[in-house]
Structures are given as structure tokens and as C-alpha cells.
Antibody
């Protein structure tokens, strides 16, 4: 069974840093792109960013709202993908989902259950 | 970025009704359009990919159509378990989502 499990959510102070992890199982992790998508309370889905698979040198893309303060990385030996976001603002409060993508121009499937990040003092 | 305009924002329909949700892209995205169902507290679920291909395991009452800039998700006969929010997403370039449609039972 394909499974994605996020961890690392919680309460973070404004200006702080979050580091989320996503553990994958049930598929050949290194063969897929991995994305992060978030949903703020009462809002819709917002794509956060993507990390491609090798041999694209783990290239990444980010949404404008998080670019410059976010880093997505992956460790294929651990079947895991990570999201680090700095300079957190209240508007970063959201459930963060880890999602698998077959490749460029593809759909997102499956999704993890998500982990809640709350930015508040 | 490609903008996705989804409508309506919400709808209320009776069990057995035909329900249609539309999504319009700000530029031609060919058939690079996907639909997701999201229930509160659950992981979003892929329903339709490449505009009209039903994801494995998704009931056949769901269907998708369209190409270019205009797309439609149809539920042919609404069931209580279809209560959820539905999102379109373009995969022609950096992914973007529509605003979502909340579907309720009347």
C-alpha cells in the first residue's frame, strides 16, 4: 500500500522555523517527484513546492508566497522528503500535505493525511 | 502563474441530482487538468486526471470533460457520501488550484 506520513507540525512562533518530514512507503520513492501542498483554516488548497527526482539534481520549484524562505529536500535512502520554512508568518498557519507526483505536468496522488502548523505567539 | 477560476463556490443539491462544477484556466492548458475531492480531516483524493480519465477505484458517477481553458466535473447522481469540497488543479505548468466548491445535500 502506498503511504505518506507527515510529521513535525506544531506551534511555532512568528519569525520561527518549521521543519516537516514526510515518510513514504509502498512504492519506489526515488522514481517520483514529491510536492507539498497546504490548506489554511477555512481556505482552499495551495501548492507550496516540489522537488524533482534524479537525475534532475533534485531541482526544486516554489510558490511565490514561500519562495526565498523555503527549502524542500529529499533523502532517497530514507524514502523521505522534507520542507523547511523560515521567517514564519501567521498566514503560514495551515495543514501541510505531502503528495506524490509521477513527473512534470502530472497529477498529485496520493496525499498524506497532513500535519498542522500553527504560527502564533 | 496560470490562474484557475472555479465555480460555484458552493452548492446544495438533492440526493440523485446531477451536479456540475466548472473550472476555467487563464490560458490554454490543453488537457492538463485534474480534479480532487477533499473531506474535512481527510487526505484529498484524486478523482479525475488529464481532464477526463477516471482514477482507479473512483465511482463511475464522476466524470470530467473539457480541454483548452474550460473544464467540467460532473456527478451524475449525487450521493450522501459525495458531500465534500472539490478542487480543480492545472498541471500544465507550476501547479495551481481552483478556489474549491463545497457540495452539500439539500
Amino acid at each position: 500500500e502506498v503511504q505518506l506520513v507527515e510529521s513535525g507540525g506544531g506551534l511555532v512562533q512568528p519569525g520561527g522555523t518549521l521543519r516537516l518530514s514526510c515518510a513514504a512507503s509502498g512504492f519506489s520513492f526515488s522514481d517520483y517527484y514529491m510536492d507539498w501542498v497546504r490548506q489554511a483554516p477555512g481556505k482552499g488548497l495551495e501548492w507550496v513546492g516540489r522537488i524533482r527526482k534524479k537525475p534532475n539534481s533534485d531541482s526544486t520549484d516554489y510558490a511565490a508566497s514561500v519562495k526565498g524562505r523555503s527549502t524542500i529536500s529529499r533523502d532517497d535512502s530514507k524514502n523521505s522528503v522534507y520542507l523547511q520554512m523560515n521567517s514564519l508568518k501567521s498566514e503560514d498557519t495551515a495543514v501541510y500535505f505531502c503528495v506524490r507526483a509521477p513527473g512534470e505536468g502530472s497529477w498529485l496522488d496520493p496525499w498524506g493525511q497532513g500535519t498542522l502548523v500553527t504560527v502564533s505567539s | 502563474d496560470i490562474q484557475m477560476a472555479q465555480s460555484p463556490f458552493s452548492l446544495s443539491a438533492s440526493v440523485g441530482d446531477r451536479v456540475t462544477i466548472t473550472c476555467r484556466a487563464s490560458q490554454n492548458i490543453r488537457n492538463a487538468l485534474n480534479w480532487y475531492q477533499h473531506k474535512p480531516g481527510k487526505a484529498p483524493k484524486l478523482l479525475i486526471y488529464a481532464a477526463s480519465t477516471l482514477q482507479s477505484g473512483v465511482p463511475s458517477r464522476f466524470s470530467g470533460s473539457g480541454s483548452g481553458t474550460d473544464f467540467t466535473l460532473t456527478i451524475s447522481s449525487l450521493r450522501p457520501e459525495d458531500v465534500a469540497s472539490y478542487y480543480c488543479q492545472q498541471s500544465y505548468s507550476i501547479p495551481t488550484f481552483g478556489q474549491g466548491t463545497k457540495v452539500e445535500i439539500k
